[in-house]
């Protein structure tokens, strides 16, 4: 029996196919939907539509509901379409026709948008935690390698002198520029839309700014059409956001594979977190790391998938959203994994020292001796043709254990502490807190 159905029922056939997959997913909403319920109870009882000792009833129902999700007791029942519809049922079933009275005010359109929202704000505080993890670890072997030195790269040819303390950095660095990304999907999702019922709003005297204030929304859509349509917009800003963090992480484990590779030598990691081969004895294979860039490029790829669910996509609720759960969920998941087991691999990393001091780098130096002689009084273009000849004659000897870099940013001067300045600043601007706080004092 599902909570729309008159008399007629669908074919098995059309059920099976309309629910998909959505069963798993809505387990995982299901915690998340019964906050929003409590919300909203709370909301109808201050608008008259439920009695005081209605909403107790109602709220002391939905907290038994709440923990028997914590302790994975909490199962959708077989018939029973979606995380909404095993709610209201147990409630009715438990505490009798006040169950009935919950869902006055809003649509399942609605309280699957609150159930979203408030999942992915918890999925995006999770991501933004796994990510300052990973941040401190990276700053950390900044300053611990900031001397060793490595050679740098373009077009993938050597170029000039590098440090491990500068390629920790960068990904450092990169890392607070994603949660830039991160912060607009989380301002989507921190929005209540709670209240706009199909999609059209209610004649019931809806206090939505309460519910709000509740949820600890920072907002909410005032439009009730926006706040429908924002389920799509909300998916694709996550997705980019996701695949923008999913870059920095692929870069990372691309350079790993190389740099593990026998003709780089550069780093290595011990034997219990590589792999062998069935018939090469030799063999340390960075199997994390090419699963690593594999997972993060399936992530990379989730924003078409989400674009071209939402192609042609009218005003208003379409069945064509709930496969958005298909894309975005697994995702999240993913995500997190790489994150943190990025982070689990790096705590083990081993650095070769001195790599530039064998000749074989010599020309990485070559832009040091331009400079050098810039220094001197020698115009830039003549000193680079002059170095450039002695590379050809095979006449160049740079002094490979001088360096002087002191910009910002440079091997010599890493900016740790205004790059740790960027993480609290992109940190700060969540306000996790105030989230916590109001969620708590909801359970309560």
Not at 216 to 234: E, P, Y
Request: hydrophobic content about 40%; glycine content about 6%.
């Amino acid at each position: 029996m599902k909570i729309w159905q008159k008399a007629i029922g669908n074919q098995k056939e059309v059920e099976s196919f309309t629910i998909g997959r959505d069963p798993e997913f809505d387990i995982i909403l299901a915690p998340f939907d019964v906050l929003g319920s409590m919300a909203h109870a709370e909301m109808l009882a201050k608008i008259g539509l439920l009695t005081a000792e209605e909403n107790q009833t109602l709220q002391n129902g939905l907290r038994e509901i709440y923990k028997e999700i914590e302790q994975g007791k909490f199962e959708i029942a077989p018939g029973v379409e979606d995380v909404h519809s095993q709610v209201e049922f147990l409630l009715t079933e438990r505490y009798g026709e006040v169950g009935k009275k919950l869902h006055s005010g809003r649509s399942r359109n609605d309280q699957v948008l609150v159930d979203l929202k408030l999942f992915y704000r918890a999925a995006i505080s999770d991501l933004v935690e796994e990510s300052r993890e990973l941040f401190e670890l990276l700053l950390e072997l900044s300053e611990k390698h900031k001397g060793d030195l490595m050679p740098g790269y373009t077009h993938t040819q050597l170029a000039m002198p590098s440090s491990f303390g500068l390629w920790f950095g960068s990904f450092a660095e990169g890392l607070t520029e994603d949660l830039g990304l991160l912060k607009a999907a989380f301002d989507l999702s921190n929005k209540n839309p709670l209240g706009s019922a199909a999609g059209y709003g209610s004649s019931f005297p809806l206090d939505r700014t309460f519910t709000t204030d509740l949820l600890g929304f920072s907002d909410l859509h005032h439009n009730v059409i926006n706040a429908q349509n924002s389920r799509g917009k909300t998916e694709r800003t996550l997705a980019f956001a996701m695949a923008g963090m999913a870059g920095t992480l692929n870069r990372l484990a691309d350079d790993v594979c190389l740099f593990m590779n026998q003709h780089f030598g550069f780093i290595s990691f011990p034997d219990d977190l590589t792999t062998g081969s069935s018939i090469m004895p030799h063999k340390k294979n960075p199997d994390v790391f090419e699963l690593i860039r594999a997972k993060t490029n399936q992530i990379q790829a989730v924003p078409n998938a989400v674009s071209l669910i939402l192609t042609n996509s009218t005003t208003g609720y379409h069945r064509d959203l709930q496969l958005l759960k298909e894309e975005i969920f697994p995702a999240i998941d993913s995500l997190k994994s790489c994150i943190s087991m990025t982070a689990f691999m790096l705590k083990s990393i081993r650095i070769r020292e001195n790599i530039l001091s064998d000749s074989f780098y010599k020309h990485v130096f070559s832009v040091e001796q331009v400079n050098e002689l810039v220094l001197k009084g020698v115009p830039f273009r003549d000193a680079y043709k002059q170095v450039g000849l002695a590379i050809e004659s095979d006449d160049f000897a740079p002094d490979q254990s001088k360096l002087n870099h002191t910009h910002e940013g440079s091997i010599g001067n890493l900016c740790t502490e205004q790059i740790r300045e960027k993480m609290i600043r992109a940190l700060d601007a969540f306000n996790f807190n105030k989230v916590e706080s109001a969620l708590n004092s909801l359970i309560q």
